[in-house]
């Protein structure tokens, strides 16, 4: 994470928790220091189109796992929406794209 | 003199091991956790114990007692096998579809949400607010799925 911010880019995390949820499990338990954002009426998450309804283990409306590279005038650089909950997007893959920036 | 069957006993172990490896360790690190197999290789180890187990149970001089233990230590460690594939292989790609997505060179949509202090942040902001002192080069979007 700290080869992204010093690559310049600006890692912001989404998700349906409330910020108090955020603060003691991302925060105080994980350690991440980067933007947490809260979307608890699912406002972002429609819109990207990455709402996982009534999922399984909490019965609840929550966001898919899905990572977008965005440059600043707002164009979409790269993403990963994965099919599987155990692959992710890896730090290095992130990099990658973002060597093609300007 | 009784000689313990220990291909059984360790094939029951080794399965045990191998089921409940991935979800409470292998799952920490990405090169374990993209695709289970260092959790197959085990799994596979432990097959091969417990059918080397099954056979010696089975051979005539041995009792009823033994073949039916070692039958229930061999069902056990086929039904954790069945459920970690079952995770793997299907559970984990339970996903709902994402065909409106925005694709690489689209817009990414404009949004307001609050931050961990209940402030309102835009995208916008995001993308011009300086990292560093320098404007940055991009933001990287996570959505996860949090902890609810």
Known sequence: MKALSDAGIRVVAISVDKPEKTRVKMVQEAGYTFTFLSDPKLEAIRRYD????????????????????????????????????????????????????? | MK???WQIWAGFVLSLVAGLSYPFLFSEWEITRDYAWANLILFAIAMVLLILGLRRAFKPDK????????SLAAAFGLLLLAGLLFLVFVA??????????????????????????????????????????QPPKAVLLIFYRGYW
């Open chain 2, 3 to 5: 000689r313990l069957n």
């Open chain 1, 50 to 102: 990455l709402v996982h309804a009534e999922e399984l283990a909490s019965g609840r409306d929550i966001a898919r796992p899905a990572e977008f590279l965005i440059d600043p005038d707002g164009s979409i650089r790269w993403r990963m929406v994965t099919e599987n909950f155990s692959v992710r997007a890896r730090a290095e893959h992130v990099l990658e794209a973002a060597k093609a920036l300007p």
């Open chain 2, 92 to 133: 984990f790609r339970w996903l709902p579809e994402s065909a409106g997505a925005p694709q690489v060179g689209q817009k990414a949509p404009d949004f307001t949400l609050t931050d961990l202090n209940n402030k309102p942040v835009t995208l916008a902001q995001l993308l011009s607010e300086p990292i560093n002192n």
């Open chain 2, 63 to 70: 009792g009823i007692v033994s073949k039916i233990f070692s």
